[in-house]
């Protein structure tokens, strides 16, 4: 998969897959309107949302040590800052479990794909498997509540932030219970279906390849809502069951020019809408 990472101010040709499900487009998750106005982002920003697949981190902190301007190429440039491709990056990350309107206890975590060397959809079940491994929990809905809030510190002096983030669920189950015995949790349509399996942000890692998570992102806000039920079997679609709201605040470890490092707390910031976005779905 290529990497296509794109800045929210600027204008994308957008790449869709055969399956791509949208809050404004298909009128799925009814319960994302209330969520984005409490964001500020408002429930009636279409160009917020996106089919995009991961957050591309080091686009959106060289979008924010740029002054005006778009990040491409091998660095970001703006005003008196340079950000390189290849400096380090430290990155802290806040998620806030902003709805819980599904049935299960899941759990929600992140990933870097760039990790992952299994094909998403020629062999969703190692991808699963490599995924998880390395994974990183946020919120495991059997402890925490709507309203949790988990930071995670990545980056700084033990090395570079990855350069983006995918995201997962595994419905109704943990993620060691996962890794103990990941031949269980496939095929996703078992009977009977006690363990259900993992659903990405990646939607070609999904059952069926079908897309399972409405992503929006602007006025520096991001929020992501899940499908919990696999849309390859019977699902309601409704993709309101789990919606995490994400913050970031960037301290890019080298710049040129200025020797302090550019920092920018993303949450409520309505100066840069750019969280930056990857992988985006792709139509067969």
């Not at 055969?18 to 319960?31: I, L, M």
């Not at 946020?138 to 949790?148: I, L, N, Q, T, Y």
């Not at 409520?268 to 067969?284: E, K, N, P, V, Y």
């Amino acid at each position: 998969m290529r990497n296509i990472a794109v800045l929210l101010a600027c204008v994308v040709t957008a790449s869709a897959s055969a399956d791509v499900v949208t809050h404004f487009g298909n009128g799925r998750g009814r319960e994302v309107a209330g969520l984005l106005d409490r964001l500020g982002i408002g429930r009636s920003n279409a160009s917020a949302e996106t089919a995009a697949t991961t957050l591309d981190l080091w686009r959106a902190a060289a979008g924010s040590s740029a002054s005006g301007g778009s990040a491409s190429g091998g660095s970001a440039s703006g005003g008196s800052r340079t950000l390189a491709r290849d400096a380090p990056l430290a990155v802290g990350l806040t998620f806030t479990l902003a709805r819980d309107g599904g049935a299960f206890r899941s759990t929600f975590g992140f990933y870097d794909p760039s990790r992952v060397t299994a094909h998403p959809a020629g062999d969703p079940r190692s991808y699963a498997a490599e995924a998880l491994r390395d994974g990183t929990v946020v919120f495991d809905e059997r402890v925490d509540k709507v309203g949790s809030t988990r930071t995670f510190e990545l980056g700084g002096a033990r090395g570079g932030a990855p350069e983006e983030l995918a995201f997962f669920l595994i419905p109704n189950a943990d993620i060691e219970t996962f890794r103990d015995q990941p031949d269980s949790f496939f095929p996703s349509l078992a009977q009977p279906a006690v363990q259900r399996t993992p659903l990405f942000s990646v939607s070609d890692a999904n059952p069926g390849r079908h897309d399972q998570m409405l992503f929006f992102a602007a006025k520096g806000n991001a929020l992501v809502s899940f499908e919990d039920l696999t849309r390859d079997g019977a699902s309601d679609s409704d993709f309101d069951d789990l919606a995490i709201a994400i913050a970031a605040n960037f301290q890019p470890q080298e710049t040129s020019h200025m020797p302090e490092p550019a920092a920018l707390l993303l949450f409520g910031a309505g100066a840069l809408g750019s969280f930056a976005l990857a992988r985006r779905r792709r139509r067969d």
